[in-house]
Structure formats: structure tokens, C-alpha cells
């Protein structure tokens, strides 16, 4: 089974907005950390959002107040809910997950070890 599946990309107008979801075998949801980091062509991995078990949640400030991350534990299912997207937001999404002892802060999730095959998301001006 693999492990990370994202979907619900696509091609929205600045302004619009999208819900990433990303669906886990049982065994990575109940990895400690889970989050979302997106590239672009030519550029480094950028972090976006991370959540761990206990719920504690990080948003990079470049989305902050604009995307929301969360989860759905009966569904293994991690979400991305982008709203107010920018032209700059455009980017291949990854949702990504790494398993680290519980109480210790996750690191940045473009550093998270697994990732799935990633969903496009562009935004026209």
C-alpha cells in the first residue's frame, strides 16, 4: 500500500481556493508528524504546514491566515484547505510524514523523510 496519496489540485484564479487532501496507510498516519512542503520547478523545497498528534499545528508565514491544516483520524486523512491563493502560491504539493518520539517538536516538513507523488496547484493572476 503506499504509504502517501495527495489529491485536489488543480487550476484556480488569485483568490480562489482549494482543499489538498492527502490519504495514509495506517501505518504512516500514525506517524508523528505530518505536514505539507511544495516546490517549484528549479527551486528548493519550501515547508508549508505540519501537525503532530497532539494537534499542534505550524503554518510557514508566507500562509499564514490564508491556508489551514488538519486531519481526520477515521479517515487517515490529512488535509490542506488554501484559501485567498496567490499566483505565487503555484507549486507541486507533497504531503509528507515523519515518525519522531512523542514530545519532540516536528522539524520543518521539507525535511520529513516520506512523501507522497504530489498534486499540482496553479494559480493564474
Known amino acids: 500500500q503506499v504509504p502517501l496519496v495527495e489529491s485536489g489540485g488543480g487550476s484556480v484564479q488569485a483568490g480562489g481556493s482549494l482543499r489538498l487532501s492527502c490519504v495514509a496507510s495506517?501505518?504512516?498516519?500514525?506517524?508523528?508528524?505530518l505536514g505539507w512542503f511544495r516546490q517549484q520547478p528549479g527551486n528548493e523545497r519550501e515547508g508549508v504546514a505540519s501537525?503532530?498528534?497532539?494537534?499542534?499545528?505550524y503554518h510557514a508565514d508566507a500562509v499564514k491566515g490564508r491556508f489551514t491544516i488538519s486531519k481526520d483520524n477515521a479517515k487517515n486523512t490529512l488535509y490542506l484547505q488554501m484559501n485567498s491563493l496567490k499566483p505565487e502560491d503555484t507549486a507541486m504539493y507533497y504531503c509528507?510524514?515523519?515518525?519522531?518520539?512523542?514530545?519532540?517538536?516536528?522539524?520543518?516538513?521539507?525535511?520529513?523523510?516520506?512523501w507522497g507523488q504530489g498534486t499540482q496547484v496553479t494559480v493564474s493572476s
Open positions: 509528507a510524514a515523519e515518525d519522531i518520539p512523542r514530545g519532540r517538536a516536528c522539524p520543518s516538513p521539507d525535511e520529513f523523510p516520506m
Open positions: 495506517r501505518a504512516t498516519y500514525s506517524s508523528y508528524c
Open positions: 501537525i503532530d498528534n497532539d494537534g499542534y499545528t
